[in-house]
């Protein structure tokens, strides 16, 4: 195997993050635009690295918040491993604990889901989330009774009460 030549010692910028450029990145919080108590402390290396197709984030959740609406994606796939902390995962209509190592895979259509952290737990959860990003994606919240649609980034939302089957 021949050995990889040597550059500007640019090639590797932009690709490699070390663990104290992703502990200094500022964190963002989103509230979830359907669940005001679904708030998320993010840190997006993959924005960072220019993805496009993929979204990469470490997330953080305090005691007594969810993780998002209870959903699931008709085209995107997403993947969840827990770094830290403790919480529960609600996949369809059961609930699970979940810690530290723990490992979720939705691909498309897959069963509703969602996470909290209970108030009293003992710290934050923290997990390594990535997934898709279709040009076009449908996410049903069943627990609320919306879909949303998601077009090249501009999402438009309606009523299932108000969909009809041709």
Known sequence: M?????????????????AA?????????????FNA???????SPG???GLVDMGLHFVRVEPGRETTEHHFHGQDEEFLYVISGHGE???GDETFSVGPGDVMAFP????AHSMRV???????????????RSDIDVCTYPRIGLRMYRIDG???YVSQADLKKV
């Open 118 to 132: 209970p108030a009293d737990a003992d710290g934050d959860l923290i997990y390594l989330m990535a997934g898709t």
């Open 47 to 49: 924005d960072l690295a």
């Open 108 to 111: 498309k259509n897959s069963p």
């Open 37 to 43: 108590n679904a708030v998320r402390h993010t840190r």
């Open 2 to 18: 021949a050995k990889a030549e040597k550059s500007d010692g640019q090639a590797g910028r932009g690709c490699f993050f070390s």
């Open 89 to 91: 995962a609600m996949v």
């Open 21 to 33: 450029t992703l502990a200094a990145m500022p964190e963002r919080s989103h509230v979830h635009q």
């Open 154 to 156: 501009a999402k438009e």
